[in-house]
């Protein structure tokens, strides 16, 4: 964990890299600056093998983001606690600033997600950014599958994440991003949503790469054939395992989505460290859907548990 003084220096908090044109519109925000209270949120986790279960053993939040006890409401896996994501804000405003170090020691088994979907809200002089770091240790098995990313009109958001997995853990991480507040007609009316996703080893080796550039403002950058085409939902699901080889997790994946009706890929992950998936469509119920069916088809392949039904308020 950080110490204190340490965690409200920028060098913490901020990106260290921000992609330069969403820098171009940076300007002085008319309301809290970056940096001020109440616009750095910072939530620390860690969890260990505790008997037979795994255990939060340390945390530290500083609002607007927290999170409430974990709970053990899988009954096939009681061993595996489930931790809320939260944030009293009522989602991401400019100048806001969040990090999230989560830290999963050897033989733990964790589920994360967040209690609701990310609201992204409109932003006129600043930027948001939003930091994760996961790291997952031997022998562990991890899920991080937050709610859907939903950008306003003149949203401008940059979100970093980057996972640490030893080669004998586990780890699924989603994420889905929407065209936007589509019941007010706002379909890809945000700024700018860039979104880097770095998965290594222990060692800082790098396994993957994925990063996401929609801007608006450039041509084919947000409806072109590698990211939404003509769809309001993209959801992506990623897989790195040693439990299966990666052309039976891919196989799994195709499977499990070919009966769910919406349009997807699936592929193996570089060195066949596990597969990947993504999926397309506008019914944001179907999209839903299909990313808990390939969720489940995964658990059951790797550990033997379908996936339990987490229900949200």
């Known amino acids: 964990m950080t110490t204190a003084p340490a965690r409200l220096d920028p060098a913490h908090y901020e ?22 209270p109440g616009k750095v949120g910072l939530l620390e986790l860690r969890y260990a093998r505790i008997g037979d279960r795994t255990e939060l053993v340390d945390r530290y ?18 061993d595996m606690p489930v931790t809320y994501l939260m944030s009293t804000g009522g989602g991401i405003v400019q100048a806001d600033r969040n990090r999230v170090d989560i830290d999963c020691g050897p033989g733990t088994t964790v589920h994360l ?3 609701a979907a990310t609201k992204l809200h409109r932003m006129e002089f600043d930027h948001a950014t939003q930091v994760v770091n996961l790291t997952v240790g031997e022998g562990s098995y991890v899920e991080y599958l937050p709610d859907p990313l939903i950008p306003y009109r003149d949203a401008r958001f940059y979100q970093r994440t980057r996972v640490s997995v ?9 994420e889905v991003i929407a065209a936007g507040r589509l019941a007010r007609g706002e379909r890809h009316a945000y700024r700018m949503l860039f979104s880097d996703l770095e998965i290594t080893r222990g060692d800082g080796e790098l396994v993957a790469v994925d990063t996401v550039r929609l801007d608006t403002g450039e041509p084919g950058s947000v409806t072109g054939p590698a990211v939404f085409a003509g769809y309001d939902l993209m959801a992506t699901l990623y897989v790195v395992s040693p439990l ?18 919406v349009d997807f890929g699936v592929s193996v992950l570089p060195d066949d460290c596990g597969a990947w998936a993504r999926i397309l ?29 987490l229900r949200k308020t």
């Open 281 to 309: 469509g506008s019914d944001p119920p179907a999209v839903t859907r299909a990313t808990h069916t390939a969720w489940d088809a995964v658990r059951r392949l790797l550990i033997g548990a379908p996936a339990p039904d």
């Open 15 to 36: 990106p260290p890299r921000t992609p330069a044109r969403l820098l171009d519109l940076t300007g002085t925000a008319d309301t809290l600056a970056a940096g001020r």
């Open 113 to 115: 997600t967040t209690q």
């Open 166 to 174: 030893h080669p004998t853990a586990t780890v699924l991480l989603g």
């Open 61 to 78: 939040q500083k609002s607007p983001l927290q999170i409430m006890r974990p709970l053990y409401v899988d009954p096939l896996r009681p």
């Open 244 to 261: 299966a080889p990666a052309t039976e997790i891919a196989d799994a994946l195709h499977d499990a989505l070919s009966a769910t009706g």
